[in-house]
């Protein structure tokens, strides 16, 4: 027992007082020493007047009042009880599957799992690149191409990133892509506003005809095609080759258990879906999409790319490779804007692989194959015509002009089916479909069940039957049993360092809390089993919560128009450019192409900007981190009427409220152009100022930072686009579904109506039970806790800028350059060091390289603020000591951090400083000790010899 005095009890309160973290006392205690005497004081104090809707006053919102946990749930349980979930057989890339409990309460339902930040730190994240790994491999196996990332956004974005990647190696620079017409409409659809603003011209032609006559960069085929045929992908390839074209296959992962590889089959890049591995459907996500490629494209990969390099023990250690592709870096000449994917469900689907191994899945394939082939026999010994003679999973069933009545009769019995058009039905099996479903669809088409004996053999074209092996590596072999699963989980998830165990002070990321009330609905049938694609009167509680979603973040927002379908803050920025493309362009000027953005931004802007066809011009910012004003009326002048938009974030990412917003926005606007606000630090503005107010035309946010979804460990993310009422017409539409957005708008950003719907239950309760009142308190606390931070901080680090009255937002920059320089102790060793210390880093060198950004927020206690400030001034203090030769200048604490257990107790510890000072250097850390699993790892080696699949096990010794 610890002797500690007992708190005295907290008194009953609502739920905002338990996501916030601090209490009125620890409140009373940060203020003082922040010198305010209430939280609307200092909100008044940072806060410039000019983006207030009244001096000094925060903004009113209309919400309702809000509810306990109890009562939020009871809530969305009777929204819940407002779908139905059919049998689903609808299929188009969304296909029902069994999560494995063992999966879904120990990842899906797991905050070691879903908490985690993306493993840019890889020594406290080797839990889940392992996992992710495992995912790869998996990828790479089953596709038969050699790399496959760590999960892209969607299956229709993933070919719409094949067709950008096919481009941009195409060294005749041509401009035409052909798509097979046999593709699902989503896919289609994604594509064709994803090549509209690029000049990309789409050629959509049936290639079981051949490639038509054009000289095209790429060519993207089905396989098997949306029709469920499943066709020779082979002579569309090597025709594709001859023309020095390259070929994509979209391709079904668990139909690949049974067929030949795309890459067997000479693709250089194969895309698809992992939903049916075990991923709920969730009304269309999140789900992890998956792209492989041949040998030699492996730096043309967009998203993230796990690899295996060594630690300074010179054991093999994972870590994400090739990361100068990537938008963070590369801005406008990335490989792609994607920055948060989907990892969780990359996760999940992954381990689903690992839970039922190449046997069981195999299996799986062939029950789902057979159950097909019994539909099709007994369709067929009724006299109905099926259309599809080679297939793996889905049927195509000509009925003349009764295609919408057997929908219906099927509908009545439970089942969904897919109408095609006025004289054919499409239906598809998977995993869940039974003997009895298979009964009740033929008596949808008015036909008996199969006769015995009739023939169900394989209809998968012979010469197309998979022969080579897959997921062969011991991961795939060794969890059988539950038991081992489950440890296995286990073993990974305690690697890494997630939100269930220490703060996670990111700045920009803004990792707060994910209630468990709030991530409670996600899992549930009524909500995690409706296809994208299902009637919506049977998903009248889902889309009851889209809509009082758009209408909330409308209200705290000041816009007019939400669009909940982007599934990422970089799909969000990608539909809100689009919107300001299609603005001008209904207005007569297309010139106006032009998209300025200050040299501190966010990568995914400038890369955004790039898709969505504009031409990037970077703006200064002085020396204080502010928009240079005299820069920003040179670029504007210089630019013309070519103007189309400045893309800024706001509060800046300097984490300061610039004073000069407004005038910013009213010097764009009298240019002609548009206003975007990155939205992403939305966690400082909400319930005070509303960008749709203060001058903005266009916003996305992150459901994933300022409204709850957890971050998954690098997803999933919602990116909701938000506009004022002249941008509305132009937000994202979806060809299934004329209800989830203008009929003018820009085409889907993403495949599913409503984007990653399934998630959208975690945002709804936060706002439900925060309300007016919790919301403006948990902006106040994020703001008062940044302030706290700086405050504690900066005697120790200097902090780097400053807004009104010497206040940060809701973050802080802290400049390590100077202790640098003295010392040689850099940032990287700092966030290295406090692993030891049991944090995970700070935001690294962004929006300033050698800086550090701390992002506290509000759902941190004080005890958890000062342990974190502690650790950073017992790291001031080893630094000091290596400036004045207390610690030798290589041989110290810092520089060798993290120190592995191993290291620590090796006999032959050689190092000046002791192995106490090393693992306890607060007296804190004696009861609760984070243990690093790898030592620092070395980046370079892992690029210079790229490894991106699980190692034998031989590899790490014994
Ligand atoms: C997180 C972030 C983004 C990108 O959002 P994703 O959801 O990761 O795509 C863009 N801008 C800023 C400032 C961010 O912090």
Redesign the pocket.
Known sequence: MSDRPTPAPRPATEFADRHIGPDADERAAMLEAVGYASTADLMAAALPDSILSAPGAPAPLDLPEPVGEAAALAELRALADRNRVLVSMIGQGYYDTVTPPVIRRNVLENPAWYTAYTPYQPEISQGRLEALLNFQTMVADLTGLPVAGASLLDEATAAAEAMTLARRVDRKKRSVFVVDADVFEQTLAVLRTRAEPLGIDLVVADLSEGLPDVDAFGVLVQYPAASGQVRDVRPVVEAAHERDALAVVAADILALTLLRSPGELGADVAVGSTQRFGVPMGFGGPHAAYMAVRQGLQRQLPGRLVGVSVDAAGRPAYRLALQTREQHIRREKATSNI??AQVLLAVMAGMYAVHHGPDGLRAIAERVHRRTAELAAGLRGAGVEVLTDSFFDTLRVRVPARAADVVRAARDLGVNLFLADADTVGLSCDETTTPEHVQTVLRAFGAQTPPDGADVSSALPADLVRDVDYLDHPVFHTHRSETSLLRYLRRLADRDLALDRTMIPLG??TMKLNATAEMEAVSWPAFAGLHPFAPLDQAEGLVRIVRDLETWLAEITGYDAVSLQPN???QGEFAGLLAIRGYHRSRGEQRRDVCLIPGSA?G??AASAVMAGMRVTVVACDDGGNIDLDDLRAKIADTGDELAALMV?YPS?HGVYEETITEVCRLVHEAGGQVYV?G??LNALVGWARPGEFGADVSHL?L??TFCIPHGGGGP?V?PVAVRAHLADFLPNHPARTEAGPHTGAGPVAAAPFGSAGILPISWAYIRMMGERGLRAATENAVLAANYVARRLAPYYPVLYTGPNGLVAHECVIDIRGLHKRTGISNDDITKRLVDYGFHAPTMSFPVPGTLMVEPTESEDLAELDRFVDAMIAIRAEIDRVADGGYDREDNPLKNAPHTAEALTADDWKHAYSREEAAYPLPGLRQNKYWAPVGRIDQAYGDRNLVCACPPPEAFGD
């Open positions: 920055c948060t920009s990321c990422a803050g970089s966010h995914t802007n974030t990412t990155d992403a630090n992150n994933h930072k993310g990116g």
